[in-house]
């Protein structure tokens, strides 16, 4: 069972251990969406047979899954937007490419065998990689119950990622040319009375940014800090994060856009 917000966008949202009926039960009425119990019966392998109401409701906390577009390998990825350690997608505004992925990819295994949905194919982001992966760990604060100050976007930094990140994006094909790009990165303290620390930032292998200290330049822990930079970059992009003392360092989201407008998306 799952639906898709049509008029928000919001990506597929999915509530795999449980069915909708073999008939139709998933009825639209007063506002709410009314899902009545119809698989007593049924022996699929679904966990939960309960009677649902659905109601909509303005929050922050809530997350879809999205299909990234296919891209032919000889074309440069134009705009790509990456939100460490959130449970799903999000697509604020009306475009496309508007979307915020979650990275790491949330699991979307759900049941097997009769009925069962298996795997829902929302789980890669290709060209995207990570070194390392087991030395960094998610963060998340619900960003309804989290205030996060100098945003009107709490749920993008309201999760992160902690650790020595290695990030690697493939940008374009082998022998592509350099092209100008924007390289914006979102950091928020989110961990409560954690010792600061500092790290330094490397893009394509260079220091950009050294000694970083996310709660000190934010003044204040949960607090929104946006650093946008600029760089030349061929075929991939590779982004860094250093430790240099005290605490890991944390971060919430990547923000990757051309300069010019490439042939093709």
């Not at 922050?60 to 997608?89: E, M």
């Not at 390392?132 to 999760?159: H, K, M, Q």
């Not at 929104?224 to 075929?235: D, G, I, M, S, Y």
Request: net charge positive; hydrophobic share 35%; proline share 11%.
């Amino acid at each position: 069972m799952g639906f898709f917000d049509v008029t928000g966008r919001s990506g597929v949202y999915h509530f795999p251990n449980m069915r909708a009926s073999c008939w139709v039960n998933m009825v639209p009425a007063c506002g709410l969406v009314l899902v009545p119990e119809g698989s007593s019966s049924c022996p699929c392998a679904y966990n939960y047979k309960a009677s649902v109401a659905l109601m909509s409701a303005e929050r922050h906390n809530h997350w879809g899954l999205y299909t990234p577009s296919p891209r032919p390998k000889t074309q440069r990825v134009r705009q790509l937007r990456l939100n460490f350690g959130a449970p799903g997608d999000k697509q604020p505004g009306e475009q496309e490419e508007d979307v915020w992925f979650a990275f790491p990819r949330p699991s979307t295994v759900g049941p097997r065998g009769a009925g069962g949905m298996g795997r829902v194919p929302y789980d890669r982001l290709p060209r995207v990689t990570a070194g390392e992966a087991s030395a960094v760990r998610p963060i998340f604060r619900n960003p309804d119950w989290t205030p996060i100050a100098d945003t009107d976007r709490p749920w993008l930094y309201g999760c992160g990622l902690v650790g020595p990140l290695q990030l690697r994006v493939r940008l374009a094909p082998d022998g592509a040319p350099s092209r100008p790009y924007r390289v914006t990165l979102h950091f928020c303290e989110l961990r409560e009375g954690s010792r600061p620390g500092t790290f330094d930032v490397l893009l394509q292998g260079e220091t950009v940014l050294a000694e970083v200290n996310v709660r000190e330049e934010a003044k204040g822990p949960e607090r929104a800090l946006a650093k946008p930079l600029t760089l030349q970059a061929a075929e991939q992009l590779s982004l860094e994060l250093k430790p240099r003392t005290g605490e890991p360092p944390i971060i919430s989201a990547v923000e990757i856009e051309a300069l010019t407008q490439p042939q093709g998306r």
